[in-house]
């Protein structure tokens, strides 16, 4: 994740041996439902004017980057979709899918709608991949079984990093069967640098031997310590260098206290964590939250309201709009 020209921010790396300088980049991740106004009872915005007050934020106040969730059976944006909307609708603003799901994607069409979407934005897409969630509807909508998503990510990446890069690519492989294929335009970046989600050990060990950087989410500053370890070693295993740089976590926040569906949920998914150790508490706690993650070697973030807008109602548009800026206020003078 490439960062625009601030001034660097300073913190210790993980093993302690020196100091290093750090680029301190905050972006916003955005996974706002796309119902209509009538599905909503007393919400009488449409969408696109809610995602546009969100996009023209970001800009206009200096994030980073957005960050747009997939959930094909969800009631989301469809991540190429939002991105391309925000690519004409900014200047500087970069933009990711937090992650987007490779599993059940075909490369070739993938390779071209990413690299058509750096070349018509000026180089500022930010690819990143994962596996997909855990959700039998998902697994459904992407034709691929649980089990069959990693065998199917581990050919389809070095895949679509051929077709980015090389002028004609022969390939058979287990799943994929190319031959002469070609992809233009290639992107704009020089190398397109592909980030990967993911916490379970196979997963940080794939980002070490696939990846340019890490993104993972739902996570403590100690836990990210940890998996820059692996994934640095796996990566120096394959005779791969990943980025210090490239390293970063989506840090999840709640305007007031973690409602319960979310507490049940956030356990089910790490038994063994309190939901209060990934979720900051109100966006005055999410400042202390980012510095921590600093201090564990970490500088590329994704922040996002688990509970959407604070005071969500008929005008939505002015909830996102007063998070962001609150966020803003908050956090941005990290990136100075």
């Not at 300088?21 to 007393?42: C, E, N, Q, W």
């Not at 890490?214 to 998996?227: N, R, Y």
């Not at 740089?245 to 926040?253: K, S, T």
């Not at 600093?294 to 996002?304: E, I, L, R």
Request: some cysteine; hydrophobic content about 40%; proline content about 8%.
């Amino acid at each position: 994740m490439p960062g625009l020209p601030h001034s660097a921010e300073s913190s210790q790396p993980p093993n302690g041996t020196r100091e290093t300088l750090m680029r301190i980049r905050v972006g916003f991740g955005y996974g706002g439902s796309t119902r209509p106004a009538k599905d909503h009872g007393d919400q009488d915005e449409p969408a696109d004017q809610v995602f546009a007050t969100v996009v023209d934020d970001l800009e206009r106040l200096g994030f980073d980057s957005l960050w747009v969730s997939e959930r094909a059976t969800a009631t989301t944006l469809d991540p190429m979709v939002a991105m391309a909307f925000a690519a004409g609708r900014t200047e500087r603003l970069k933009f990711g899918p937090a992650v987007m799901v490779l599993p059940g994607r075909n490369p070739v069409l993938c390779a071209k709608a990413l690299a058509s979407l750096d070349c018509v934005s000026g180089g500022r897409a930010l690819p990143a991949f994962g596996l997909g969630i855990a959700d039998g509807a998902e697994h459904q909508a992407f034709g691929v079984r649980r089990g069959d998503r990693a065998a199917w990510f581990d050919e389809a990446l070095p895949l679509i990093r051929r077709l980015w890069t090389e002028e004609e690519v022969d390939h058979r492989g287990d799943r994929f069967h190319l031959e002469g294929v070609r992809v233009h335009p290639k992107p704009v970046q020089d190398p397109f640098e592909v980030w990967l989600g993911g916490q379970a050990p196979s997963e940080l060990r794939r980002c070490g031997r696939l990846g340019d950087g890490w993104l993972p989410s739902f996570t403590t500053p100690a836990m990210v310590a940890d998996g820059i370890r692996l994934v640095t070693e796996t990566a120096a295993e394959h005779g791969r260098t990943i980025d210090p740089e490239h390293f970063g976590a989506l840090v999840p926040f709640v305007h007031d206290h973690l409602p319960d569906r979310f507490t049940t949920r956030l356990q089910d998914r790490q038994p063994n964590l309190d939901p209060r150790e990934v979720v900051a508490q109100g966006v005055s706690g999410l400042r202390d939250r980012l510095e921590a993650f600093v201090s564990a070697g970490a500088s590329k973030f994704v922040v996002f309201p688990l509970d959407g807008p604070a005071s969500p109602g008929p005008a939505e548009a002015d909830a996102w709009h007063g998070t962001i800026e609150d966020v803003a206020i908050e956090c941005l003078s990290l990136q100075d």
